[in-house]
């Protein structure tokens, strides 16, 4: 091979994104717009099934509502980030709770960012996953960008 040429750089797995929404047509449009971006799409619709879910699935990133059926988002969080192995995974809260204190518990427990719905369109949020994409910057989101 003439020493000029330059390989193509080795395609990276896509990502994988669990996607926690109870309501189905938002689940949905989330679902098609990321698939559309290449992600390996996994969805929950209650607190239960996402646990499940993201034991098994290793997500990469996680789009988490926090009204949910069975068990809330926050607590979801918490329990997530307390599992070996998913401290870097980035969660970003997607919500219509615009309450400081919830924004401040999702912080804390550590929350890579936090959206209010009514601010962004689904098919903008997916978009907005870019910037959890880059590899030489893992586990160190940018600033949240929700803030009630």
């Known amino acids: 091979m003439d020493p000029q040429t330059t390989q193509p750089a080795p395609l990276l797995p896509p990502k994988k994104l669990l996607i926690v929404e109870d309501d189905f047509y938002i ?12 992600y390996v799409v996994y969805t929950a619709a209650d607190g239960e099934e996402a646990l499940s879910l993201a034991k098994v699935a ?13 068990v809330s988002g926050i607590d979801i969080l918490k329990t997530i980030k307390s ?4 401290k870097d995974v980035p969660i970003i809260m997607v919500t219509n709770v615009g309450e400081n204190e919830t ?9 890579a ?3 209010l719905k009514v601010q962004q369109t689904p098919v903008q949020i997916i978009e907005g996953l870019e910037k959890y994409n880059h590899p030489q910057n893992p586990g160190v989101p940018p600033a949240p960008t929700g803030q009630p």
């Open 27 to 38: 689940r949905d449009i989330y679902k098609i717009a990321a698939k559309n971006k290449g």
């Open 58 to 70: 290793h997500p990469d990133i996680i789009l988490l509502d926090i009204m949910l059926p069975k």
């Open 83 to 86: 599992w070996e192995g998913y």
């Open 103 to 111: 924004y401040q518990q999702a912080l804390q427990a550590g929350a």
């Open 113 to 115: 960012d936090y959206i």
